[in-house]
């Protein structure tokens, strides 16, 4: 067994919170560079550059590029040859959270109650994934998920016979409607088949793929890229006031479901696509 | 941003009904802040007034002024402001018309109106302008002075008084009922609906 400490696991998600908030990947910023050249509408050039602008002053300042720092969705992939010592695993984690968002000056969103809606004052707890895979490491990855994209997610569970085509619709139906508010350009996360809550995590787990990435069966490599096609000819643009540019990537995960299912989950992303990976 | 048009608040029905949807704007002066959580407070407040043949306590004057959808990150030491863009507006829609007929004249934040606000700001001759949504590091440095004007207790949510220079904004929907989402949107659409 390899030993691992809570307190690593503090500190490591402490500062994923911080950089994945101030910090974009180099994926995404490749995409947004990309897209600027492209894009057709003059407003929407306008848009990509201040957002282009923005995300450049928070990286040299260390400032968080959207002032909503989200809820805080961790992901663990944990070797099954992982001790963790000295506490427990989904403290140490939360603890991180909250050391992270108020070291890191971000924004504390998070309501103890839906409903009776009192801030914990300090973004914990988490929604923590785990995964347990083989081998001796620890993957923790920090998706801080703002809500403006969050909102405009959602579940359908289709019937068989609706297919390829009944999947690409509602899809694109979805972008149509609701996109505009999910602060575009997006990364639409696709989770297709398993079973009702699973197939939400396989939406939410596509945003986690570096843009760029394909899915790894052709069939649904082609998929994807025949929905980003058709979701950038809606003409949403950036900010959804016009454009070519409605969507970075579509990513596509799958999952075997039962012969009578077929599990749809859109979970949308905005253009501030921020998510830090390390691995101990 | 191409030619943008300057304006200072407080916001006059002469100068705004010559905006044009599309058309980029650099604004500067007083705006107020709020957001869900405000707006359901304004808006009671409004309410029991009427009912109580009172007037209503605002914390804030409405004639003339623009509100910016916003709870801002909080400021490091040293700064005025935490990052500060906008959130999406369509949440306060249930609460707008009610504050355009007070006389607010303009509203800020990000994402599409519904039909009853857009109804409402052509009857009360106002506007909503976007302002780029992620945008928050820029747009905080924009922001000269703040300070909390009202209900303290909701934290980011709480209502501030901002001092603006040249805050830079698109506007979505004018005095005329247009509106810059469907008609840009139109205008880059590739397939047949």
């Not at chain 1, 809570?6 to 910023?29: F, G, M, P, Q, R």
């Not at chain 2, 109106?113 to 905080?140: D, P, Q, T, W």
Request: with cysteine; glycine share 10%.
């Amino acid at each position: 067994m390899r030993e691992i400490t809570s307190e690593e696991v503090t500190k490591a998600v402490e500062s994923l919170c911080i950089s994945s908030n101030c910090k974009l990947s180099e994926d995404v910023w490749k995409a947004l560079r990309e897209k600027l050249e492209q894009e057709e509408s003059p407003v929407g050039k306008e848009v990509l550059e201040e957002i282009l602008q923005n995300d450049r002053m928070a990286e040299q300042e260390m400032l968080p590029m959207c002032q909503d720092t989200g809820f805080t969705v961790v992901f663990v992939e944990m070797g099954q040859q992982v001790r963790i010592t000295g506490g427990d695993f989904y403290e140490a984690i939360s603890k991180g959270v909250s050391n992270g968002y108020r070291k890191g000056y971000l924004r504390k969103s998070v309501v103890r109650d839906p409903l009776r809606r009192k801030n914990t004052g300090d973004n914990s707890p988490p929604w923590v994934h785990i995964d347990i895979v083989s081998g001796d490491r620890l993957k923790i990855s920090v998706m801080p998920k703002g809500a403006g994209s969050e909102n405009m997610s959602t579940i359908k569970m289709l019937s068989p016979a609706e297919g390829v085509q009944g999947v690409k619709k509602f899809v694109l139906d979805w972008v149509r409607e609701r996109g505009v508010n999910a602060c575009p350009p997006l990364v639409v996360g696709v989770g297709i088949g398993g079973i009702f809550e699973g197939v939400a995590k396989l939406a939410k787990k596509a945003l986690l793929r570096p843009i760029g990435s394909k899915n790894p069966e052709p069939f649904y490599a082609q998929m994807e890229e025949e929905l980003l096609k058709e979701i950038n000819n809606l003409g949403l643009g950036p900010q959804g006031l016009g454009g070519s540019t409605t969507a970075l990537a579509v990513h596509i995960e799958t999952y075997p479901c039962h012969i009578a299912s077929l599990p749809l989950a859109i979970n949308l992303q905005c253009h501030a696509a921020r998510y830090s990976t390390i691995v101990l | 941003m191409l030619n943008p048009t300057k304006l200072e608040t407080p916001l006059y029905e002469e100068t705004i009904s010559k905006l044009k949807i599309g058309e980029r704007v650099l604004l500067s002066g007083i705006v107020y802040t709020a957001r869900d959580q405000a707006h359901k407070r304004l808006v009671d407040e409004l309410e029991s007034a009427k009912r109580e043949n009172r007037k209503p306590l605002l914390p804030f004057p409405l004639e003339g002024q623009v509100i910016y959808y916003v709870g801002p990150a909080p400021a490091r030491p040293g700064m005025v402001i935490g990052p500060a863009g906008p959130t999406t507006s369509s949440r306060m829609d249930p609460y707008t018309p009610g504050l355009l007929e007070r006389g607010l004249k303009a509203t800020i934040g990000k994402g599409k109106r519904s039909k009853g606000v857009i109804e409402a700001m052509k009857k009360c001759k106002a506007v909503y302008f976007v302002a780029v949504g992620g945008a928050a590091v820029l747009i905080s440095k924009k922001i000269k002075r703040a300070e909390t004007v009202a209900y303290d207790d909701l934290g980011p949510e709480a209502v501030y008084r901002l001092d603006v220079e040249d805050f830079p904004l698109i506007v979505a929907n004018d005095v005329y009922g247009n509106d810059l989402f469907d008609e840009g949107i139109r205008k880059y659409r590739k397939i047949q609906e």
